[in-house]
Nanobody, 115 residues
């Protein structure tokens, strides 16, 4: 099972993008979904996560700018990114995790923020 991440692109600083992460319908409602990103030369870092029940958590670096939500009817999690900064540039990955601990990953989607 592979998650499908999409929505990346190029945007100017201060702009917005919305990323999407979808999974097969038979497991999506059971998954806690997180978004991680990796900039050039940087370690992968957690950005935001949302539990199967809808509880959202954010890392300090994106609080107030990013919003994570899920639509179980569409088997999709969204990451709405606003007021983007240059340092938000990177490849964004979504990860799904079952209560058993099993993880599923999607291919990354590239976000480029320019001045």
């Amino acid at each position: 099972v592979q998650l499908q991440a999409s929505g990346g692109g190029s945007v100017q600083a201060g702009g917005s993008l919305r990323l999407s992460c979808s999974a097969p319908g038979n497991i999506f409602p059971l998954l806690a979904i997180s978004w991680e990103r990796q900039g050039t030369g940087n370690q992968r870092e957690l950005v935001a996560q949302i539990g199967a029940g809808g509880t959202a958590k954010y890392e300090d670096l994106v609080k107030g700018r990013f919003n994570i939500s899920r639509d179980n009817a569409k088997n999709t999690v969204y990451l709405q990114m606003s007021n983007l900064l240059l340092e938000d540039t990177g490849t964004y990955y979504c990860k799904g995790k079952l209560f058993t601990g099993r993880e599923y990953w999607g291919r990354g989607t590239l976000v480029t923020v320019s001045s």
